[in-house]
Protein backbone atom coordinates (compact mmCIF):
# COMPACT_ATOMS: atom_id res chain seq x y z
CA UNK A 1 0.00 0.00 0.00
CA UNK A 2 1.64 3.30 -1.34
CA UNK A 3 -0.05 6.69 1.34
CA UNK A 4 1.40 9.56 2.03
CA UNK A 5 -0.12 9.70 5.38
CA UNK A 6 2.76 10.56 7.98
CA UNK A 7 0.81 7.94 10.61
CA UNK A 8 1.08 4.88 8.47
CA UNK A 9 4.93 5.80 7.91
CA UNK A 10 8.28 5.76 9.25
CA UNK A 11 8.00 5.02 12.96
CA UNK A 12 4.03 4.62 12.88
CA UNK A 13 4.04 1.98 9.93
CA UNK A 14 1.28 -0.27 10.94
CA UNK A 15 2.00 -4.45 11.47
CA UNK A 16 0.44 -6.61 9.58
CA UNK A 17 0.00 -9.45 11.87
CA UNK A 18 -0.33 -10.85 15.52
CA UNK A 19 2.62 -13.00 16.45
CA UNK A 20 3.97 -14.91 19.75
CA UNK A 21 7.46 -14.74 20.54
CA UNK A 22 9.17 -16.80 24.32
CA UNK A 23 12.07 -16.43 25.72
CA UNK A 24 13.68 -12.71 24.60
CA UNK A 25 17.21 -11.77 24.63
CA UNK A 26 18.26 -9.74 27.46
CA UNK A 27 21.45 -7.67 27.16
CA UNK A 28 22.23 -6.14 30.90
CA UNK A 29 20.49 -7.48 33.88
CA UNK A 30 16.46 -6.76 34.50
CA UNK A 31 15.50 -6.12 37.65
CA UNK A 32 14.04 -8.91 39.24
CA UNK A 33 11.13 -6.70 41.20
CA UNK A 34 10.48 -6.29 37.29
CA UNK A 35 8.15 -9.04 37.40
CA UNK A 36 4.58 -8.14 35.66
CA UNK A 37 3.72 -6.73 31.71
CA UNK A 38 4.63 -3.92 30.03
CA UNK A 39 1.26 -2.59 28.06
CA UNK A 40 1.44 -0.54 24.69
CA UNK A 41 -1.94 0.42 22.48
CA UNK A 42 -1.06 1.98 19.26
CA UNK A 43 -3.28 2.64 16.11
CA UNK A 44 -2.34 -0.01 14.10
CA UNK A 45 -5.85 -0.38 11.05
CA UNK A 46 -5.96 -3.63 9.30
CA UNK A 47 -3.73 -3.91 6.02
CA UNK A 48 -5.70 -2.08 2.97
CA UNK A 49 -7.27 0.35 5.35
CA UNK A 50 -6.20 4.09 5.37
CA UNK A 51 -8.42 5.90 7.98
CA UNK A 52 -8.97 9.48 7.46
CA UNK A 53 -7.56 10.65 10.64
CA UNK A 54 -4.59 9.04 13.42
CA UNK A 55 -7.16 8.35 15.99
CA UNK A 56 -9.38 6.36 14.22
CA UNK A 57 -6.97 3.36 13.39
CA UNK A 58 -8.00 0.41 15.06
CA UNK A 59 -6.24 -0.48 18.42
CA UNK A 60 -3.40 -3.05 18.43
CA UNK A 61 -1.81 -3.45 22.46
CA UNK A 62 1.92 -5.09 22.19
CA UNK A 63 2.31 -6.71 25.42
CA UNK A 64 6.15 -8.05 26.89
CA UNK A 65 6.11 -10.06 30.03
CA UNK A 66 8.91 -9.83 32.34
CA UNK A 67 9.10 -12.35 35.50
CA UNK A 68 12.72 -12.34 37.93
CA UNK A 69 14.74 -11.06 35.24
CA UNK A 70 13.53 -12.96 32.51
CA UNK A 71 11.79 -11.43 29.50
CA UNK A 72 9.51 -14.35 28.89
CA UNK A 73 7.23 -13.61 25.67
CA UNK A 74 6.29 -10.75 23.52
CA UNK A 75 3.07 -10.91 21.66
CA UNK A 76 0.52 -8.14 19.63
CA UNK A 77 -3.35 -8.63 19.36
CA UNK A 78 -5.74 -6.42 17.58
CA UNK A 79 -8.37 -5.61 20.28
CA UNK A 80 -11.73 -7.18 18.50
CA UNK A 81 -14.49 -4.17 18.39
CA UNK A 82 -16.85 -3.89 15.94
CA UNK A 83 -15.09 -1.23 14.66
CA UNK A 84 -12.48 -3.36 13.71
CA UNK A 85 -14.55 -5.09 11.33
CA UNK A 86 -15.74 -1.56 9.92
CA UNK A 87 -18.85 -1.32 11.74
CA UNK A 88 -19.76 2.55 11.98
CA UNK A 89 -19.93 4.94 15.11
CA UNK A 90 -22.87 6.74 14.16
CA UNK A 91 -26.00 4.41 13.65
CA UNK A 92 -29.96 4.87 13.20
CA UNK A 93 -30.42 4.37 16.38
CA UNK A 94 -27.39 7.01 17.71
CA UNK A 95 -23.22 6.21 18.63
CA UNK A 96 -22.57 2.63 19.09
CA UNK A 97 -20.34 3.15 22.56
CA UNK A 98 -18.96 -0.28 21.43
CA UNK A 99 -17.96 0.69 17.79
CA UNK A 100 -14.65 1.70 19.22
CA UNK A 101 -10.98 1.77 18.03
CA UNK A 102 -9.84 1.01 21.50
CA UNK A 103 -6.54 2.24 20.41
CA UNK A 104 -5.48 4.94 22.84
CA UNK A 105 -4.66 4.00 26.61
CA UNK A 106 -4.59 0.67 28.26
CA UNK A 107 -4.90 -0.14 32.26
CA UNK A 108 -5.29 -2.32 34.96
CA UNK A 109 -8.24 -1.91 37.59
CA UNK A 110 -9.27 -4.11 39.34
CA UNK A 111 -7.85 -6.84 38.23
CA UNK A 112 -8.86 -6.07 34.78
CA UNK A 113 -7.30 -5.56 31.91
CA UNK A 114 -9.14 -2.29 29.52
CA UNK A 115 -8.13 -0.53 26.27
CA UNK A 116 -9.49 2.67 25.73
CA UNK A 117 -10.50 4.96 23.50
CA UNK A 118 -12.57 8.32 25.03
CA UNK A 119 -15.45 8.20 22.33
CA UNK A 120 -16.34 4.56 23.59
CA UNK A 121 -16.41 1.91 26.18
CA UNK A 122 -13.60 0.19 27.32
CA UNK A 123 -12.66 -3.03 26.15
CA UNK A 124 -11.69 -6.02 28.65
CA UNK A 125 -8.89 -8.12 27.34
CA UNK A 126 -7.57 -11.44 28.75
CA UNK A 127 -3.93 -11.40 30.36
CA UNK A 128 -2.79 -13.25 26.72
CA UNK A 129 -4.17 -9.75 25.58
CA UNK A 130 -7.31 -11.58 23.94
CA UNK A 131 -10.41 -9.83 23.73
CA UNK A 132 -13.22 -10.26 26.34
CA UNK A 133 -15.55 -7.53 24.58
CA UNK A 134 -16.90 -4.08 25.48
CA UNK A 135 -16.97 -3.48 29.39
CA UNK A 136 -19.73 -1.37 30.70
CA UNK A 137 -19.26 -1.61 34.79
CA UNK A 138 -22.14 -3.93 34.98
CA UNK A 139 -24.51 -1.61 33.23
CA UNK A 140 -23.78 1.33 35.09
CA UNK A 141 -21.50 3.56 32.80
CA UNK A 142 -24.17 4.68 29.95
CA UNK A 143 -21.49 7.71 28.68
CA UNK A 144 -18.19 6.89 26.93
CA UNK A 145 -15.15 6.50 29.03
CA UNK A 146 -11.85 8.88 29.06
CA UNK A 147 -8.62 7.09 27.96
CA UNK A 148 -6.83 8.90 30.48
CA UNK A 149 -8.68 7.72 34.06
CA UNK A 150 -7.11 8.17 37.37
CA UNK A 151 -6.88 5.64 39.61
CA UNK A 152 -6.22 7.66 43.77
CA UNK A 153 -2.75 5.91 45.41
CA UNK A 154 -4.95 5.95 48.72
CA UNK A 155 -8.38 5.06 47.88
CA UNK A 156 -7.59 2.74 44.78
CA UNK A 157 -10.64 4.39 43.61
CA UNK A 158 -10.65 5.36 39.73
CA UNK A 159 -12.03 8.50 38.63
CA UNK A 160 -12.76 9.03 35.01
CA UNK A 161 -15.47 11.07 32.83
CA UNK A 162 -17.33 10.65 29.58
CA UNK A 163 -17.39 13.74 27.17
CA UNK A 164 -19.54 14.30 24.58
CA UNK A 165 -20.18 17.25 21.65
CA UNK A 166 -23.81 16.90 22.57
CA UNK A 167 -25.32 17.32 26.10
CA UNK A 168 -24.57 15.95 28.72
CA UNK A 169 -21.07 17.41 27.65
CA UNK A 170 -19.65 16.46 30.59
CA UNK A 171 -20.43 13.45 33.46
CA UNK A 172 -18.13 12.60 36.28
CA UNK A 173 -17.92 9.29 37.43
CA UNK A 174 -15.96 7.26 40.39
CA UNK A 175 -15.68 3.53 40.47
CA UNK A 176 -14.21 2.04 43.76
CA UNK A 177 -10.91 0.04 44.31
CA UNK A 178 -13.74 -3.48 43.98
CA UNK A 179 -14.12 -2.14 40.21
CA UNK A 180 -18.18 -0.86 41.05
CA UNK A 181 -19.06 2.64 40.18
CA UNK A 182 -20.10 4.53 43.28
CA UNK A 183 -20.79 8.02 41.63
CA UNK A 184 -22.24 9.07 38.57
CA UNK A 185 -22.68 13.21 38.25
CA UNK A 186 -23.01 15.95 35.41
CA UNK A 187 -21.10 18.66 35.37
CA UNK A 188 -22.78 21.92 35.56
CA UNK A 189 -21.36 24.59 32.80
CA UNK A 190 -19.50 22.28 30.77
CA UNK A 191 -19.00 22.58 26.91
CA UNK A 192 -18.53 21.27 23.74
CA UNK A 193 -14.87 21.53 24.39
CA UNK A 194 -12.45 18.97 23.58
CA UNK A 195 -11.61 16.90 27.15
CA UNK A 196 -9.37 14.35 26.44
CA UNK A 197 -7.30 14.31 30.12
CA UNK A 198 -8.40 15.63 33.75
CA UNK A 199 -6.46 15.34 36.69
CA UNK A 200 -7.62 14.66 40.28
CA UNK A 201 -5.75 16.37 43.75
CA UNK A 202 -6.17 14.78 47.30
CA UNK A 203 -9.12 17.34 47.47
CA UNK A 204 -10.00 18.49 43.92
CA UNK A 205 -11.03 17.46 40.96
CA UNK A 206 -9.86 19.41 37.80
CA UNK A 207 -11.39 19.76 34.34
CA UNK A 208 -9.64 21.53 31.14
CA UNK A 209 -11.32 23.23 28.41
CA UNK A 210 -9.20 24.59 25.40
CA UNK A 211 -9.81 26.00 22.21
CA UNK A 212 -10.37 22.71 20.36
CA UNK A 213 -14.19 22.40 20.27
CA UNK A 214 -17.09 20.54 18.36
CA UNK A 215 -17.41 21.67 14.33
CA UNK A 216 -19.90 19.96 12.71
CA UNK A 217 -17.47 20.87 9.12
CA UNK A 218 -14.70 18.72 10.17
CA UNK A 219 -15.19 15.34 8.08
CA UNK A 220 -12.08 13.14 9.32
CA UNK A 221 -14.11 11.42 11.52
CA UNK A 222 -13.15 13.28 14.49
CA UNK A 223 -15.26 16.31 14.90
CA UNK A 224 -13.37 18.79 16.61
CA UNK A 225 -11.39 22.19 15.00
CA UNK A 226 -9.45 24.97 17.09
CA UNK A 227 -12.14 27.86 17.47
CA UNK A 228 -11.37 31.33 18.70
CA UNK A 229 -14.32 31.60 20.26
CA UNK A 230 -14.83 28.99 22.38
CA UNK A 231 -13.20 29.86 26.03
CA UNK A 232 -10.51 28.41 26.96
CA UNK A 233 -10.91 27.77 30.95
CA UNK A 234 -10.22 25.41 34.18
CA UNK A 235 -12.68 23.88 36.10
CA UNK A 236 -12.35 23.29 39.85
CA UNK A 237 -14.38 21.16 41.38
CA UNK A 238 -14.32 19.88 45.28
CA UNK A 239 -14.20 15.86 45.60
CA UNK A 240 -17.36 14.73 47.06
CA UNK A 241 -20.52 13.65 46.82
CA UNK A 242 -21.58 17.64 46.43
CA UNK A 243 -18.90 18.76 44.68
CA UNK A 244 -20.84 19.89 41.88
CA UNK A 245 -22.63 22.30 43.27
CA UNK A 246 -19.12 23.73 44.18
CA UNK A 247 -17.50 23.75 40.68
CA UNK A 248 -15.78 27.19 39.52
CA UNK A 249 -14.66 27.87 36.14
CA UNK A 250 -11.20 29.85 35.69
CA UNK A 251 -10.75 31.64 32.45
CA UNK A 252 -6.97 30.76 31.00
CA UNK A 253 -5.24 31.89 27.90
CA UNK A 254 -6.04 30.48 24.95
CA UNK A 255 -4.46 27.53 23.58
CA UNK A 256 -5.21 23.66 24.13
CA UNK A 257 -3.63 20.67 26.50
CA UNK A 258 -4.54 16.76 25.61
CA UNK A 259 -2.22 15.38 28.49
CA UNK A 260 -2.01 16.18 32.37
CA UNK A 261 1.76 15.55 34.42
CA UNK A 262 -0.03 16.22 37.63
CA UNK A 263 -1.90 18.68 39.94
CA UNK A 264 -1.83 19.18 43.40
CA UNK A 265 -2.47 21.57 46.53
CA UNK A 266 0.67 23.62 47.67
CA UNK A 267 1.25 24.74 51.07
CA UNK A 268 -0.98 27.75 50.61
CA UNK A 269 -3.78 26.07 49.25
CA UNK A 270 -3.68 26.65 45.80
CA UNK A 271 -4.09 24.41 42.94
CA UNK A 272 -0.53 23.77 40.84
CA UNK A 273 -1.55 22.15 37.17
CA UNK A 274 0.99 21.27 34.36
CA UNK A 275 0.96 19.61 31.23
CA UNK A 276 1.87 20.27 27.86
CA UNK A 277 -0.03 22.71 25.82
CA UNK A 278 0.29 24.04 22.41
CA UNK A 279 -0.84 27.27 20.89
CA UNK A 280 -3.07 28.01 17.58
CA UNK A 281 -0.19 27.72 15.16
CA UNK A 282 1.14 24.42 17.19
CA UNK A 283 -2.67 23.09 17.58
CA UNK A 284 -3.07 23.57 13.41
CA UNK A 285 0.59 21.69 12.55
CA UNK A 286 -0.47 18.97 14.67
CA UNK A 287 -3.86 18.39 13.43
CA UNK A 288 -3.17 18.80 10.21
CA UNK A 289 -0.25 15.69 10.69
CA UNK A 290 -2.94 13.84 12.47
CA UNK A 291 -5.35 14.22 9.01
CA UNK A 292 -2.38 14.03 6.25
CA UNK A 293 -3.40 17.12 5.48
CA UNK A 294 -0.67 20.15 4.02
CA UNK A 295 0.80 22.41 5.90
CA UNK A 296 2.09 19.70 8.79
CA UNK A 297 4.61 19.51 11.18
CA UNK A 298 7.40 17.21 10.79
CA UNK A 299 5.97 15.42 14.33
CA UNK A 300 2.29 14.66 15.52
CA UNK A 301 3.10 17.32 18.54
CA UNK A 302 4.28 20.96 17.51
CA UNK A 303 5.16 23.53 19.48
CA UNK A 304 4.42 21.48 22.29
CA UNK A 305 5.65 23.09 25.38
CA UNK A 306 5.05 22.52 29.47
CA UNK A 307 2.67 25.25 30.91
CA UNK A 308 2.07 25.21 34.83
CA UNK A 309 -1.18 27.07 36.05
CA UNK A 310 -1.43 28.10 39.69
CA UNK A 311 -4.94 28.49 40.89
CA UNK A 312 -5.79 30.41 44.04
CA UNK A 313 -9.65 29.56 45.04
CA UNK A 314 -9.46 32.42 47.11
CA UNK A 315 -8.47 35.41 44.99
CA UNK A 316 -10.56 33.85 42.20
CA UNK A 317 -7.15 34.21 39.94
CA UNK A 318 -4.99 32.19 38.14
CA UNK A 319 -1.31 32.64 36.89
CA UNK A 320 0.17 30.67 34.11
CA UNK A 321 3.24 30.32 32.06
CA UNK A 322 5.33 28.34 30.04
CA UNK A 323 7.94 26.71 32.18
CA UNK A 324 10.32 24.97 29.62
CA UNK A 325 11.26 25.24 25.70
CA UNK A 326 11.70 21.80 25.10
CA UNK A 327 9.48 20.78 23.01
CA UNK A 328 7.62 17.11 25.07
CA UNK A 329 4.59 15.09 24.80
CA UNK A 330 3.67 12.04 26.95
CA UNK A 331 4.06 12.91 30.41
CA UNK A 332 4.44 10.34 33.19
CA UNK A 333 5.39 10.73 36.78
CA UNK A 334 6.09 8.16 40.15
CA UNK A 335 2.42 7.70 40.40
CA UNK A 336 2.25 6.94 43.97
CA UNK A 337 2.46 11.16 44.25
CA UNK A 338 -0.43 11.46 41.66
CA UNK A 339 -2.69 14.19 43.17
CA UNK A 340 -0.01 15.74 45.65
CA UNK A 341 3.34 17.55 45.23
CA UNK A 342 5.55 15.93 43.25
CA UNK A 343 9.50 16.80 42.47
CA UNK A 344 10.06 14.30 39.09
CA UNK A 345 8.20 14.49 35.89
CA UNK A 346 9.15 12.40 33.15
CA UNK A 347 8.55 13.17 29.36
CA UNK A 348 9.57 12.20 25.45
CA UNK A 349 11.50 15.13 23.67
CA UNK A 350 10.60 15.91 20.04
CA UNK A 351 12.18 17.86 17.31
CA UNK A 352 10.85 21.33 16.93
CA UNK A 353 7.87 22.09 14.17
CA UNK A 354 10.92 22.16 11.95
CA UNK A 355 12.55 19.29 12.74
CA UNK A 356 15.72 20.45 14.55
CA UNK A 357 16.44 18.25 17.89
CA UNK A 358 16.21 14.44 18.33
CA UNK A 359 14.03 12.19 20.58
CA UNK A 360 14.90 11.33 24.09
CA UNK A 361 13.58 10.49 27.09
CA UNK A 362 13.40 13.29 29.56
CA UNK A 363 13.27 13.98 33.13
CA UNK A 364 12.48 17.24 34.93
CA UNK A 365 13.47 18.29 38.65
CA UNK A 366 10.50 20.79 39.85
CA UNK A 367 12.35 21.47 43.00
CA UNK A 368 15.97 23.04 41.31
CA UNK A 369 14.70 23.09 37.51
CA UNK A 370 17.01 20.81 36.32
CA UNK A 371 16.51 18.82 32.77
CA UNK A 372 18.24 16.08 32.15
CA UNK A 373 17.58 14.28 28.81
CA UNK A 374 18.57 10.25 27.67
CA UNK A 375 18.69 10.63 23.86
CA UNK A 376 18.04 7.72 22.37
CA UNK A 377 19.47 8.01 18.95
CA UNK A 378 19.47 8.55 15.60
CA UNK A 379 16.03 7.11 13.70
CA UNK A 380 14.87 6.40 16.93
CA UNK A 381 11.41 6.92 18.70
CA UNK A 382 10.65 6.22 22.24
CA UNK A 383 7.67 5.68 23.74
CA UNK A 384 5.95 7.37 26.77
CA UNK A 385 8.37 6.24 29.75
CA UNK A 386 6.45 4.22 32.18
CA UNK A 387 7.32 4.94 35.96
CA UNK A 388 8.48 1.15 37.92
CA UNK A 389 8.99 1.77 42.04
CA UNK A 390 12.26 -0.06 42.99
CA UNK A 391 12.23 -2.90 45.84
CA UNK A 392 12.39 -1.21 49.17
CA UNK A 393 11.73 2.22 47.11
CA UNK A 394 12.72 5.14 49.61
CA UNK A 395 12.85 8.82 47.32
CA UNK A 396 10.68 9.48 44.96
CA UNK A 397 12.70 8.53 41.90
CA UNK A 398 13.74 5.40 43.04
CA UNK A 399 12.95 3.19 40.00
CA UNK A 400 12.68 2.71 36.61
CA UNK A 401 11.41 4.06 33.59
CA UNK A 402 10.06 1.65 30.17
CA UNK A 403 9.99 2.57 26.93
CA UNK A 404 9.49 0.58 24.00
CA UNK A 405 12.26 2.32 21.17
CA UNK A 406 11.02 2.06 18.08
CA UNK A 407 14.47 1.56 14.78
CA UNK A 408 14.35 2.34 11.44
CA UNK A 409 17.61 1.86 10.55
CA UNK A 410 17.77 -1.38 12.18
CA UNK A 411 13.89 -2.01 11.58
CA UNK A 412 13.58 -3.15 15.44
CA UNK A 413 12.43 -2.67 18.56
CA UNK A 414 14.04 -3.00 21.89
CA UNK A 415 11.77 -2.56 25.29
CA UNK A 416 14.56 -0.39 27.07
CA UNK A 417 14.93 -0.17 31.27
CA UNK A 418 16.39 3.10 32.73
CA UNK A 419 17.37 3.73 36.30
CA UNK A 420 15.31 6.83 36.81
CA UNK A 421 17.17 8.55 39.15
CA UNK A 422 20.35 8.98 36.71
CA UNK A 423 18.59 8.13 33.35
CA UNK A 424 21.28 5.38 32.74
CA UNK A 425 20.14 2.45 30.94
CA UNK A 426 19.89 -0.56 33.20
CA UNK A 427 18.52 -3.62 30.62
CA UNK A 428 17.44 -4.14 26.73
CA UNK A 429 14.84 -6.67 25.74
CA UNK A 430 15.31 -6.93 22.07
CA UNK A 431 11.49 -7.47 20.67
CA UNK A 432 11.09 -9.58 17.77
CA UNK A 433 9.62 -7.00 15.39
CA UNK A 434 9.98 -3.23 14.98
CA UNK A 435 6.72 -2.05 17.47
CA UNK A 436 4.43 0.56 16.10
CA UNK A 437 4.53 3.60 17.80
CA UNK A 438 1.93 3.95 20.42
CA UNK A 439 -0.04 6.19 22.34
CA UNK A 440 -0.18 5.54 26.02
CA UNK A 441 0.28 2.09 27.84
CA UNK A 442 1.10 0.61 31.21
CA UNK A 443 3.36 -1.24 33.89
CA UNK A 444 0.70 -4.13 35.28
CA UNK A 445 2.73 -6.16 37.95
CA UNK A 446 1.53 -9.25 38.77
CA UNK A 447 0.16 -8.42 42.04
CA UNK A 448 -2.11 -6.44 39.97
CA UNK A 449 -4.23 -9.53 38.27
CA UNK A 450 -4.31 -11.41 41.70
CA UNK A 451 -0.94 -12.96 41.76
CA UNK A 452 -1.24 -14.29 38.58
CA UNK A 453 1.76 -16.75 37.35
CA UNK A 454 0.18 -16.64 33.94
Not at 61 to 70: A, F, K, Q, S, Y
Not at 285 to 313: F, Q
Not at 390 to 395: M, T
Request: hydrophobic fraction near 35%; proline fraction near 7%; charge should be negative.
Amino acid sequence: MTTDKPYLLGHYTPVADEITATELTVEGALPPELTGRLLRNSHNPKPGVTPAHWFKGSGMVHGVRLREGRAEWYRNRWVRTPALDGAPYLTEHGPDLAASTAGTHVIEHAGRLLALCEANLPFELTRELETVGAFDFDGKLRTAMTAHPKQDPVTGELHFFGSSPFPPFLVYHVADAEGRIVRSTEIPGATASLKHDFAVTRRHVVFIEGNVTFDPDEHSGIPYGWSDTQPARIGVMPRGEDGTRHIRWFSIEPGNMLHVSNAYEDGQGRIVLEGPTVDREGFRLSWNWWVGAPGRGTEPNARSYTRRWVIDLAAGSVDERIVDDLPVEFPTLNEDYLGVENRYQYAVSFPDEKGYGGYGVVKYDRTTGARRIHRVGDARLPSEAVFVPAAGAVHEDDGYLLTVVSDLKQDASQLLVLDAAGLDRVAAVHLPRRVTAGIHGSWIPDTALDGSDA
